[in-house]
């Protein structure tokens, strides 16, 4: 009996009383011919069985060997189908490396609007310590009385084109759009030049207008890691890997040109800085004059002077050799990257410097490549795959033609590294110079920027502890004085210090700069002094405690200048609970009333209290 077995997706098979007979193709040529005697004293239902597995086996057998004999027009379909099933990551290329970038570049500007959405109105609104409707005014008058390019190329910002009846809802409507661009970017590892200049113009808009609020290193940071984060993107195409716009090299590098810039700037000026950095004893105390300490602040504080000596020669040696490692072969630039990671930990673990150590660790993560990086991305789906079947096709030499928009985009990347290189000019400039500044601009947009830290290091805290009394007279040596809580910065001897970074109260670092001057070069204090006299309830939303709270406003304000310290691990004050002991310096200001302040506010064109 002929029995011919046919079935969709399988091999023919002819079944000639037990003689079975196996054709296996390769497009027009039949490879072998397979013939085997079935069992002829098996029971019907044992051949039928017997039968269906030696057939699938031989299938199996035949399309293994079939897949090993690539010919014809059809070799280089077979290699690539092959390649792609055994194929890993390959080193050189960065799609998923931008995902990365922009995920963390995403994060950064999430947490910097929230802060924004959170205190702008406090400090820059309306009724803020320092409204920027204010500041736009005078910068009007510098340039002419006019609205024009001037004013606009002075400060760069979209609050020029908006209606100022409502100062605070602009600002609240910057910072909302900006937490849900950047909300979106993070969430879902997909972005467009549109949406991160988006980004980074309305991040530009609030930094150009903040102010001293606003004065710090990490803010121009932010706005050149974002600018550079642009030119990661297609122009309106939305994918995690978008195929015809591949990550350039370019652009990788002017993330690696940051990171280097970074360090060298941060070394450099601490070699020419303080001398504590040169004899190795600026550890001894840092962790307790930092700005705003954390709880681990208080330990590492109290780690052995040995201890101290090797964090000063580690800092020395990321900072100033290990920047070189990323012009070196791809192992050595990971080497880079790894221990700039590493380091910006250490720093997040042992204090509260804002976003400025997460926001480090972003230039870092372009000295690793896909092969790198895989290990963050689940396999056999989604873009890690993409990014397979992208360097499969390229291994099988199936790369697409480059399209015209692609060879605009290249032209692109060329441009963007010549205007990096040009603007990296005066800041190398200042990297080698003797009277190095450090966090300074060198073009209005903050593009390429100069950058450093902690070149001088305080060796004794000095606080500033606002404090209200209901007594009428402040010379009375009976009046209680209250204190009033910062949020973060040191204040009551038994709290401990917070934990909050990547995220930033800006008046308790700015208090903690005050500290250190005195209240006529800082007068935004006694403005907050006002405030307080009133029972404002926009400034005191920025403090942690309102001794006055649900009760009459206090009469008199006073600020006192102590000098603070940890309590020594182990001492008995420490068993009481104490985290800091602190000493009476003096009075940093004399108390003041409402009635006493209504012509320093007049003279300061500042909205008196009880208006």
């Known amino acids: 009996m002929l029995t011919l077995y046919l079935t969709v997706g399988q091999l023919p098979v002819l079944d000639y009383d037990g003689i079975q007979f196996t054709f296996t193709f390769s497009q027009k040529h039949v490879n072998h011919v397979v013939f085997r005697v079935s069992n002829n004293m098996a029971t019907p239902c044992e051949s039928s069985e017997s039968t269906l597995r030696k057939r699938r086996f031989e299938q199996s057998k035949t399309t293994s060997n079939s897949d090993g004999n690539c010919s014809g027009d059809d070799e280089g379909a077979c290699k690539y189908e092959r390649k792609k099933k055994s194929f890993s990551l390959q080193t050189g290329t960065y799609w998923l490396t931008r995902i990365v970038l922009l995920r963390s570049i995403a994060f950064i500007y999430f947490v910097a609007f929230t802060v924004a959405y959170n205190q702008n109105k406090q400090l820059i609104g309306e009724r803020g310590l320092m409204p920027c409707k204010d500041y736009l005014l005078s910068v009007k008058r510098y340039v002419g009385g006019k609205i024009d390019m001037s004013a606009f190329a002075y400060t760069p910002s979209i609050l020029w084109f908006l209606d100022w009846t409502d100062m605070d809802a602009n600002l609240d409507g910057i910072s909302l759009v900006g937490m849900v661009v950047s909300g979106f970017v993070l969430v879902t590892g997909m972005a467009n030049m549109v949406m991160m200049t988006t980004l980074w113009v309305l991040y530009h808009s609030l930094v150009s207008v903040g102010q001293l609020w606003y004065s710090f290193g990490w803010e121009s940071q932010l706005l050149e890691t974002g600018f550079l984060g642009i030119f990661l993107c297609p122009v309106w195409s939305l994918s995690q890997v978008p195929r015809r716009c591949p990550p350039s090299l370019i652009s990788i590098w002017t993330f690696r040109w940051l990171i280097v810039r970074i360090m060298l700037g941060a070394g450099l000026i601490k070699i020419r800085g303080d001398r504590c950095w040169k004899d190795l004893t600026c550890m001894d105390f840092h962790y307790e004059t930092q700005p705003v300490p954390n709880p681990m602040s208080y330990y590492m504080h109290q780690s052995p002077w040995w201890f101290h000596r090797f964090e000063v020669l580690s800092n020395h040696f990321i900072e100033l050799i290990v920047p070189f490692f990323t012009f070196l072969r791809r192992r050595m630039c990971m080497v880079n990257g790894t221990l700039q990671v590493l380091f910006q930990v250490v720093l997040i673990v042992s204090g509260n410097l804002s976003f400025l150590n997460w926001l480090t660790i972003v230039p870092s993560l372009a000295c690793f490549d896909d092969a790198s990086l895989g290990f963050l991305f689940s396999s056999g789906r989604g873009a890690k795959q993409t990014v397979l079947d992208l360097q499969a096709e390229e291994a099988a030499g199936r790369t697409h033609k480059p399209t015209r928009g692609m060879l605009i985009r290249r032209v692109v990347n060329v441009a963007l590294g010549v205007l990096i290189g040009y603007l990296s000019v005066p800041v190398v400039l200042n990297l080698l110079s003797s009277k190095q500044v450090m966090n300074t601009s060198f073009d209005p947009l903050r593009i390429v920027n100069t950058y450093g830290a902690f070149g001088s290091i305080t060796k004794e805290r000095a606080e500033v502890i606002l404090q209200g009394t209901l007594s009428e007279d402040p010379k009375d040596p009976g009046a209680v004085w209250e204190e009033y809580q910062f949020v973060c910065k040191p204040g009551e001897l038994t709290r401990r210090p917070c934990l909050i970074s990547p995220y930033h109260y800006r008046l308790d670092w700015l208090i ?44 008199w304000v006073r600020g006192e200048h102590f000098k603070y310290k940890f309590s020594p691990l182990g001492s008995a004050s420490a068993a009481q609970g104490k985290w800091w002991l602190r000493k009476r310096i003096g009075p940093y200001f004399p108390a003041v009333d409402l009635a006493s302040l209504r012509g320093y506010f007049k003279s300061r064109n500042w909205l008196h209290p009880d208006l």
């Open 512 to 555: 903690w700069f005050a500290a250190f001057q005195t209240y006529e070069q800082s007068e935004w204090v006694i403005h907050i002094a006002g405030r307080l006299l009133a029972n404002d309830t926009s400034t005191l939303s920025l403090l942690e405690h309102n001794p006055f709270q649900g009760r009459e406003n206090p009469r």
